[in-house]
Structure formats: structure tokens, C-alpha cells
């Protein structure tokens, strides 16, 4: 069974990535997993997100560590830890 997540991307992610879209993973991902398959696709993907790198996630607008499980049809944003406002 696979599940559907909505990724958003904020502040100077969204700068190289777009806005967001959708990504498919197995049931049971968490949040560590979605990121390790946003960094598979490789260019600024994994340019942005590397592991080297200060990320935070929110999974359905609450802060979300990577362990977090993702469920079919949540929202999952990725920005740096400081955005302007």
C-alpha cells in the first residue's frame, strides 16, 4: 500500500524547489523518509535538502521530527530554520 503526501517548501527552498507537490511513498514512511527520497531525485533537491544541511519539517503545520509517521493526505512542509517575515 502505498500513501500520498503533499510537500510544501517555504522561505529559500521554495526559492529552488517551486512551491510543492506530491510524492508517493509505502505506508509506514516517516518524515526521514520522504526527505531521503526528495534527496534520490538528486539536482537542487538534494542540493537543498542534504543531510548537511539545517532543514526543519512541519507535518500538518506542527513541527515534526524526522521519526515522525507520515498517514495518506498530509500536508509535509520542509524550511530553514530561520524565515524572514
Excluded: C, W, Y
Excluded at 523518509?33 to 539536482?43: E, F, I
Excluded at 532543514?55 to 507520515?70: D, G, H, K, P, Y
Amino acid at each position: 500500500m502505498t500513501i500520498t503526501v503533499k510537500l510544501r517548501f517555504f522561505a529559500s527552498l521554495r526559492e529552488r524547489l517551486g512551491e510543492g507537490d506530491a510524492l508517493s511513498l509505502p505506508a509506514g514512511s516517516t518524515v526521514g523518509t520522504a526527505r531521503d527520497a526528495l534527496l534520490a531525485r538528486g539536482g537542487p533537491h538534494a542540493e537543498v535538502l542534504g543531510r548537511g544541511r539545517a532543514v526543519r519539517a512541519a507535518l500538518n503545520q506542527r513541527m515534526a521530527a524526522e521519526s515522525a509517521l507520515l498517514a495518506d493526505g498530509d500536508e509535509l512542509a520542509f524550511f530553514p530554520p530561520v524565515t524572514g517575515g
